[in-house]
């Protein structure tokens, strides 16, 4: 079957090998190496992350008046068009490869995309991060979004109108992503889950940047958070089946994944803590930026010598327990998620229906040396929604949407906390993932239901007293600190900040959302 992509290619064509060929392929281009494991290791250039800064989208009529043009840096359609003929162009002269992929588990609500690379690995990416269509699907595709990933070409700024050589451009009118400049492949990744951020409200549905398992009685669950905060590692839980690791969608009837792979940060990786992520690292798997002995081919999971955002993609179902198709009943359990590096707030505490709102909007995690260029010490991130970058609508549409369904369901929602303990960096200790772990499993499983409790008097949150399989004094921030002083001048100021940064969404809260602000006015004995 042909297939129309704008422009007479040259050279060959490869249009959905299979993972095999890709493999085959990618090594025999220079792309990458297979591991001890069987899985393929490649490196993604100078770009190993997100290139924030270099993401648009197209100002254009049918969009215009719905974009959160604060958040999303706007395009000219003129100034897409003659890049997007460039880059046609540009593939045009080269052998490249086109997978066409499925985006949300339940059909309803899916969309199919067809992605356009120059390199086998970016093709292997899709097909282990998308849904595979069946024979019959692939039999007449036509593709709702087209996203075209060219890493080799470089943009002029000058004459392109980029920022850099880098670019990912989202146009929603001619549904096409352009990627280029960049070899980092989780762009290709978020870019499908901006588009589905964008979509999904306006047809209902809860669009969102979480985590979802299932207990064994059909109990759902979902964790969001930022990168690093544990959402892929404590959702892939051997007790739970997992749904998928990072992006799914809310509607009237269930939630759905909206990938059909998994997408783990593979630094300081184990099988002692995070068995099924570890054992999921075979062939037909994608490693990024790792290192790896040239001659045993293993893989150092410790050595951060590239980046610390080391990166593995599979498909959902090299996880034994996962739930295929990805879908589940709506959640009973909302987890946030954050990585607190100055170990102020709770490992675990429970949220009123005004706090989730308060701390969904607020998106507050802390980054740590190591995990981007620049950062030399702890630094707070405030993301709304707990994933503002993947935002193309204003975050409060999206959290009046989660606080309706929280009312709805009666869901349970908590705040864990697994960043430092004991102290921030440097005094502290990384909460355990073993601990926290027993903590969100005993919520989950309602056994800190009727658990003593009491109230954080700076954050006014409602922590429990004792958690099975977790040590008593690791549960109350400050009695992990040597210096009881020092605990409560840094709560104070984390409370601040808090106050500091949610000022701008004053304006759209509810009085009992603004109530759930941390008690910065406290004098503390």
């Given amino acids: 079957m042909t297939i129309d992509l704008g422009f007479a290619p040259q050279k060959p064509v490869h249009r959905n090998l299979s993972v095999h060929h890709l493999i085959e392929r990618a090594v025999k281009n220079g792309e990458g190496h297979l591991a001890s494991t069987g899985a393929l290791v490649v490196k993604t250039g100078k770009k190993t992350g997100r290139s924030a800064n270099d993401k648009f989208t197209v100002r254009e009529p049918s969009c215009e008046n719905e974009i959160w043009w604060e958040n999303n840096k706007p395009f000219d359609p003129a100034h897409f068009d003659a890049l997007h003929q460039k880059v046609l162009n540009y593939l045009a002269e080269r052998e490249f490869y086109v997978q066409d992929m499925l985006v949300g588990a339940d059909k309803t609500y899916g969309l199919r995309v067809r992605v356009v690379t120059e390199l086998a690995w970016h093709s292997a990416f899709a097909k282990a991060l998308f849904i595979r269509p069946t024979k019959e699907e692939l039999s007449n595709f036509s593709p709702d979004f087209t996203v075209i990933s060219v890493p080799n070409f ?8 980029t920022l850099t050589e880098t670019f990912i451009i989202l146009n929603y009118a001619k549904k096409v992503v352009l990627i280029g400049g960049t070899g980092y492949a989780g762009e290709i990744k978020k870019s499908v889950f901006t588009i589905m951020n964008y979509l999904m409200p306006l047809r209902g549905v809860l669009s969102m940047h979480c985590s979802a398992n299932m207990g064994k009685n059909g109990d759902s669950a979902i964790f969001f958070g930022l990168s690093g905060t544990g959402k892929t590692s404590l959702s892939a839980d051997p007790t739970r089946g997992l749904i998928g690791d ?14 059909g792979g998994c ?6 990786l184990s099988r002692e803590n995070e068995p099924l992520i570890y054992d999921a690292i075979r062939y037909g798997a994608i490693v990024e930026n790792v290192v790896m002995d040239e001659e045993t ?37 909302i987890v946030f998620l954050t990585c607190d590096a100055f ?7 429970r949220l009123t229906p005004a706090q989730a709102m308060y701390h969904f909007l607020l998106g507050y995690t802390a980054k740590v040396a190591g995990t981007e260029i620049g950062i030399k010490e702890p630094t707070m991130t405030f993301s709304a929604c707990f994933g503002a970058p993947f935002l193309p609508l204003h975050p409060t549409r999206y959290a009046k949407f989660l606080g309706e369904k929280i009312a709805k369901e009666n869901v349970r929602v908590w705040l864990v906390n697994t960043g ?15 601990y926290t772990r027993a903590m969100v499993n005993a919520a989950l499983a309602g056994e800190l239901d009727n658990v003593s409790c009491i109230e954080d008097p700076i954050f006014k949150v409602s922590v429990p007293t004792a958690c099975p399989n977790v040590p008593s004094d690791v549960l109350i921030p400050k009695n992990a600190w040597a210096d009881k002083d020092a605990y409560d001048q840094k709560a104070l100021w984390l409370a601040k900040e808090f106050v500091k940064n949610f000022k701008k969404f004053e304006q759209y809260a509810t009085d009992d959302i603004k109530a ?10």
């Fill in 154 to 161: 470089k943009a002029n700024p000058a004459e392109d109108h």
């Fill in 246 to 259: 990072d992006e799914h969608c809310w509607s009237e009837t269930s939630i759905f994944n909206i990938e």
């Fill in 263 to 268: 997408y783990a940060k593979c630094i300081n």
């Fill in 297 to 333: 081919r293993v893989i150092d999971f410790a050595d951060d010598s590239i980046t610390e955002n080391t990166r593995c993609a599979y498909p959902l179902d090299y996880i034994p327990n996962a739930v295929l198709p990805s879908i589940g009943p709506k959640p009973k359990n």
């Fill in 343 to 349: 170990g102020v707030l709770p490992p675990i505490s």
């Fill in 420 to 434: 430092w303990t004991g102290g921030g960096v440097g005094v502290g200790k990384r909460m355990k993932i073993a």
């Fill in 516 to 525: 759930a602000a941390p008690n910065v006015e406290l004098a503390v004995a």
